[in-house]
């Protein structure tokens, strides 16, 4: 198979470990970088140009977008999905994933723990938005923000009425968000593959920071999970539709309690963590998607009489 890893640096540890899984398992693995792939709309061929070129030959995607381009992205993941290319991330899933206001909506609809969360159209009723996530401290969150960037503890009243009023004035779109004392700065992180959990960490904040994102210096430890944690983060990954998942849930006194779910997540912290070879995972399951409809049409052809059976 030709796989192509969607990815603006070869030289990340996640695009690294994909290639490296691929080409373990016999496959060819090219890395293209979305943002220089030029889309050809037309009737019956639709089609991409990479640096000029026509790209052909390719069996099925991965997608690594990065959120500052979720839009061009996903417009070429979906250019892919229309050229009859596999793509391990499904577009749609993507774009759902990304807009924070929606995944939570669509998760609590499908019956889902999270911590109490607010939204609102710049609304003046400040102090009812406060009491209705439980009062302070409560977590105020950037809807566009990444790996803990545009998240921050409110710790009094007077504090979360500021920093809500300030997000306001600037037109930015905020979530305000129960805060979960017993969580004490730490969060899970389960990675999803295929409907399958494949790996799980916990995520600890360094010293006096409350958000545990690796990026932020957090550390990493393996992690046994409960029944009710796995069965939570496949559904969380079912609902969005995604088949590759990075599915982030705090502990908590009334059960695992997700906070979002990621469509691209990095590979770094859970495979040290876990031991565990995830790139391989994904490589296996890229394989099991191409081979699906490949077997389907050798069954038809075998058997016409397949169909309908309309005697």
Do not use: W
């Not at 944690?229 to 969380?236: D, G, H, S, T």
């Not at 006194?253 to 070879?277: F, M, W, Y």
């Amino acid at each position: 198979m030709k796989i192509a890893i969607l990815s603006r640096d070869p030289k990340l540890y996640s695009t690294r470990r994909l290639v490296e899984a691929a080409q373990q398992r016999g496959h060819e693995a090219v890395v293209l970088d979305h943002l220089r792939c030029d889309l050809v709309m037309e009737k019956g061929d639709p089609h991409i140009l990479y640096k000029g070129e026509l790209l052909t030959g390719i069996d099925a995607v991965i997608p690594r977008i990065g959120a500052s381009v979720t839009f061009y992205g996903t417009a070429v993941v979906r250019q892919f999905e229309m050229m009859k290319v596999k793509s391990v991330v499904a577009s749609q899933s993507i774009v759902r994933s990304r807009d924070k206001l929606r995944s939570l909506q669509i998760m609590a609809r499908a019956g889902l723990g999270m911590p109490k969360t607010a939204f609102t159209n710049y609304s003046k009723e400040v102090k009812e938005l406060i009491k209705e996530v439980g009062g302070a401290p409560l977590v105020i969150k950037l809807l566009e923000g990444t790996q803990g960037l545009g998240v921050v503890l409110a710790e009094t009243q007077k504090a979360a009425e500021s920093v809500i009023e300030a997000f306001h004035n600037l037109k930015a779109r905020i979530i305000v968000q129960e805060f979960i004392a017993e969580s004490k700065g730490a969060d899970i992180r389960v990675f999803v593959v295929n409907g399958e959990v494949v790996g799980a960490m916990k995520r600890q904040g360094k010293e006096g920071e409350f958000r545990s994102n690796l990026h932020r210096g957090g550390s990493a430890t393996l992690i046994k999970l409960s029944r009710a944690e796995k069965a939570a983060a496949l559904m969380a990954a079912k609902s969005l539709g995604l088949d590759v998942a990075g599915v982030d849930m705090l502990q908590s006194k009334r059960g695992p309690l997700i906070l979002e779910v990621n469509s691209s997540p990095g590979l770094e912290g859970i495979e040290k963590a876990t031991q565990k070879d995830i790139a391989g995972k994904i490589i296996e399951f890229t394989e099991l998607l191409v081979a699906k409809p490949k077997a389907k049409k050798a069954k038809q052809k075998n058997n016409p009489d397949s169909g309908d059976d309309h005697q």
